[in-house]
């Protein structure tokens, strides 16, 4: 596509439920990256994608946030169990290729995230 | 590990008038890029202009332009001519060492620009 599209915009959910976050990322690039931006706070990072795999999972805050991606398309990011600190925005990001830092990120707009 | 700060969490400027915002970094690598990134209330992270480390001469994009002082490790940005459009949040970054690929960014800085 000609951006990269998150999906859904915003979501609201209670405590306990299980959430899938989606991102489509720019058609051609291999690389995609999640970051959690908390209000009034920068981002910090997930997750990247080099093709379908994961070879930094570092940024997970917990065994309940999982990823996964399909080929070199849309990728889900589930939050299992969701608690009240995981009301965030969470960022999605690609780039041609990852490694290549001249190239920068493009990002999506978020799915705004609020767990009540 | 690398860190970046933003020291002013919020700054105002008048309308047609210029404004700097501040960026320090901390890293002991030597090959690095930069980054302004602006967020306005659409919330999509946008670029606003990228600095290699190895080049000496600061970039610029029509009225973003930043100083990039390497040995002080601060690379701020300076908006001329503020425009209502440019209120928003400023985000900058960071990609440390060859073959980086995860971004780090500061906590930013809220602009408001007063008609």
């Known amino acids: 596509g000609a951006g990269v599209s998150q999906s859904p915009s915003n979501k609201v959910t209670e405590k306990g439920k299980d959430v899938e976050l989606r991102c489509d990322p720019i058609s051609g690039h291999t690389a995609l990256y999640w970051y959690r931006q908390r209000l009034g706070q920068g981002l910090e990072f997930l997750i990247y994608?080099?093709?379908?795999?994961?070879?930094?999972k570092s940024g997970l805050p917990s065994d309940r946030f999982s990823a996964e991606r399909t080929g070199e398309s849309v990728s889900t990011l589930t939050i299992q169990r969701t608690q009240q600190e995981d009301s965030a925005v969470y960022l999605c990001a690609s780039s041609p290729i990852a490694g290549r830092a001249n190239y920068g990120y493009t990002f999506g707009s978020g799915t705004r995230l609020t767990v009540v | 590990a690398q860190t970046v700060t933003q020291s002013q969490p919020e700054m105002s400027v008048q309308e047609a008038e210029t404004v700097t915002l501040s960026c320090t970094y901390d890293?002991?690598?030597?090959?690095?890029?930069l980054f302004w990134y602006k967020q306005p209330p659409s919330r999509q992270m946008i670029l606003v202009i990228r600095?290699?480390?190895?080049?000496?001469q600061n970039a610029t994009e029509n009225r973003f332009s930043v100083n990039f002082q390497k040995a002080a490790k601060s690379f701020s940005l300076k908006i001329s001519d503020s425009q209502l459009g440019d209120a928003a949040m400023y985000f900058c970054a960071a990609f440390v060492g060859a073959g980086s690929y995860q971004l780090t960014f500061g906590k930013g800085t809220k602009l408001s620009v007063i008609p």
């Open positions: 600095q290699e480390a190895y080049k000496q």
């Open positions: 994608f080099q093709g379908n795999s994961a070879p930094d």
């Open positions: 890293t002991s690598e030597s090959d690095y890029y």
